[in-house]
């Protein structure tokens, strides 16, 4: 039984420690295109440097509350935190941080 426990701690932390490295690798940076209100939050279409096109999904409730939410404008630059994913050709992220706006 011991054995078991100590196989499923470590499995544990390995599980842990990969998704916390997958985490930083989570950060879009790029220019905001274009901007589109929602009921709660609003989408940006965000350009990269190497031209790739990220659709961020941005909310109160995903950036934990109103003081960590900022409206985005056509222009500016930024650096998003979140959860990436694609849909078909499209890149999405569920964004949990603004980190910059420039």
């Known amino acids: ?15 842990f420690l990969s998704c916390a490295a997958v985490k930083d690798k989570n950060t879009v940076s790029g220019k905001v295109e274009s901007v589109k209100n929602d009921k709660d939050g609003f ?5 990269t440097a190497k031209n790739e096109i990220y659709w961020a999904t941005i909310s109160i409730v995903n950036v934990g509350g109103p003081q960590n939410y900022k409206s985005l404008k056509e222009g500016e630059e930024v650096t998003l935190k979140g959860e990436i994913w694609k849909m078909g050709s499209e890149k999405h992220i569920k964004v949990t941080e603004i980190v910059s706006v420039k």
């Open 1 to 15: 039984m011991k054995k078991i426990a100590i196989g499923f701690l470590t499995g544990l932390m390995a599980v």
């Open 43 to 47: 989408t940006a279409k965000v350009k």
